[in-house]
């Protein structure tokens, strides 16, 4: 059963103004799109794994035959990671956490500006591409980061919200100013997704 890409769960333009319509439709359409296609391309030539979760590709990359584990540790990285990406914002998005996610943040971080001020650094501080983590672990809460498609589920752990700082995902609008994406990628963040898959 080959990987699909999910559709985007809103309109290109949802996000406006914080992501601009062009940029989610070729990271959408165009990167995810390549990612999955990739992905497919590289298990063709192991069926034995196409039946695996993604999940289970990730965690056990070991597994994948060494001529195409390069391919599938990017790929079905990219994959998972912007499946989740899309999902942890919406037009709606923004403000705080509420419940036992907001308790979690507070217990681990003092108080939410503090985790946004980290957060943001993790994101900022992170060398060319990659992504920045809010990882469950345990109870706690932890921020990590990743390079290119890497993702914390290569190492069985559980992040909960993710950014995106490749350039493709905000250079149109914000040519280098990556700290100025991630200060407008707060008003977008799904915080109620984010509490659900922390409880999940
Ligand atoms: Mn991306």
């Known amino acids: ?37 990739n992905l497919n391309a590289a298990l063709e030539k192991a069926p034995e ?9 990730l965690q056990h990359l070991d597994a994948v035959p060494e001529s195409i584990r390069t391919a599938v540790r990017n790929n079905a ?5 912007h499946s989740m990406f899309w999902e942890i914002m919406s037009p709606k998005g923004g403000g705080e956490p509420t419940g036992k996610l907001a308790d979690a943040i507070k217990a ?15 994101a900022g501080k992170r060398f060319g591409s990659g992504w920045a983590w809010l990882v469950k672990d345990g109870s706690k809460l932890t921020i ?6 890497d ?4 190492e069985k752990k559980h992040p909960i919200l993710g950014v995106d700082v ?5 250079y149109l609008k914000y040519q280098n100013l990556r700290p100025a994406y991630v200060e407008a990628w707060w008003n977008v963040v799904n915080w109620p997704e984010v509490g659900r898959r922390f409880e999940a």
């Open 108 to 122: 681990s971080f003092g108080d939410f500006a503090t985790f946004k001020t980290q957060f943001a650094d993790a």
């Open 166 to 170: 490749w350039e493709h995902a905000y």
């Open 77 to 81: 990285g990219g994959h998972w990671n």
């Open 49 to 57: 794994l196409q039946s695996r979760s993604l999940d289970d590709l």
């Open 1 to 37: 059963m080959a990987f699909t890409l999910p559709p985007l769960p809103y309109d290109f333009a949802a996000l406006e103004p914080s992501i601009d319509a062009r940029t989610m439709e070729i990271h959408h359409d165009k990167h995810h799109g390549g990612y999955v296609k």
């Open 144 to 149: 990590t980061s990743t390079p290119n498609q």
């Open 151 to 154: 993702t914390p589920v290569m």
